[in-house]
């Protein structure tokens, strides 16, 4: 399975019953709009970069997620801060959903999909999973 329609999946399971009316190809063309992608993929060390790039208060919580620790928690606030409320309006109306209720199923998204492919800092199946690695390991 793609790693954009793992995203789309687990989006959608993370709203419960706000998801019903969703399918997947509409929620992968709304996250490939959203988040970074390269060739239609969705590109993990890029949105990581996104989190890490000079904050170090979120490079630790990027680094919660590619760990074998618990995850920590992303805030609907932080999230907004992170891919800007503009954009995240613009993907909620895509889908018909409402921007609390869009924030709120990323913010409790992206933490499990960048867990569940990686493994000790590094991202699975990814030749620059290493990438991220260095972003991290330059700010501690």
Aim: no cysteine; hydrophobic share 45%; charged share 10%.
């Amino acid at each position: 399975m793609s790693l954009i329609n793992m995203a789309a999946q687990l989006f959608i399971s993370k709203l419960g019953s706000n998801g019903d009316q969703l399918n997947l190809g509409s929620v992968v063309t709304a996250l490939q709009n959203l988040l970074p992608t390269q060739n239609g993929e969705l590109d993990l060390s890029a949105l990581i970069a996104q989190f890490t790039n000079g904050n170090e208060g979120l490079a630790n919580l990027a680094s919660s997620w590619l760990s074998g620790g618990d995850n920590a928690a992303l805030s609907p606030s932080t999230l907004l801060d992170v891919l800007g409320n503009d954009r995240i309006a613009n993907f909620a109306n895509s889908l018909g959903l409402g921007q609390d209720t869009a924030t709120s199923g990323l913010a409790q998204m992206l933490p499990e999909l960048i867990d569940k492919n990686s493994e000790n800092g590094d991202l699975l199946g990814n030749a620059v999973g290493g990438l991220a690695k260095g972003l991290l390991g330059k700010l501690f």
